[in-house]
């Protein structure tokens, strides 16, 4: 899938509340870091795990599925296996008529559920990280002490 810089920039800048599914509370894995990522970047970030639900993670309530939260979010983050998607596309879309955004994180793909949603007018990112692309494209991507998106050469 390709996604134009300006439409993955409207995504992370419309976006305020976000359901990371398959977060883990294991600071080393990447659903961990990156949902904190997100959260230190002003983003209200509600944790959704069935192991870890009614504990506190990133100061938010780990719920135990999407049916559980009591509020509207903006975008679903899944770091799930694809053959999980279908079901949580599927509660996302039940639970969130208004849902803007279904993200898939790298190495998840899934052409039937992303169509699904597609069809009910949600944007849909598969195969990407929202913290890659907001540090690609807000600047934040540093190779050797620069900010890649910066550096200009001066002789």
């Avoid at 961990?32 to 509600?46: E, F, S, W």
């Avoid at 679903?76 to 879309?93: G, H, N, Y």
């Avoid at 898939?104 to 890659?132: F, L, N, S, W």
Wanted: hydrophobic share 45%; glycine share 8%.
């Amino acid at each position: 899938m390709t996604y134009t810089d300006d439409h993955l920039r409207g995504i992370l800048t419309r976006t305020k509340t976000i359901a990371v599914v398959g977060v883990s509370s294991n600071p080393v894995r990447p659903s961990y870091y990156v949902a904190r990522y997100l959260g230190l970047k002003g983003y209200r970030v509600i944790p959704v795990n069935p192991g870890l639900a009614g504990q506190e993670l990133l100061g938010e309530t780990v719920y135990a599925d999407l049916a559980a939260i009591p509020f509207d979010v903006d975008m679903v983050d899944i770091f799930r296996r694809p053959d999980a998607v279908p079901a949580i596309v599927d509660a996302a879309l039940a639970r969130w008529p208004g849902l803007q955004t279904i993200w898939m994180q790298i190495g998840v793909e899934h052409a039937e559920a992303a169509a699904k949603a597609t069809a009910r007018g949600v944007d849909v990112i598969q195969d990407r990280c929202p913290k890659i692309e907001y540090q690609r494209l807000f600047d934040e991507l540093r190779m050797g002490g620069f900010v890649t998106g910066r550096v200009s050469a001066r002789i």
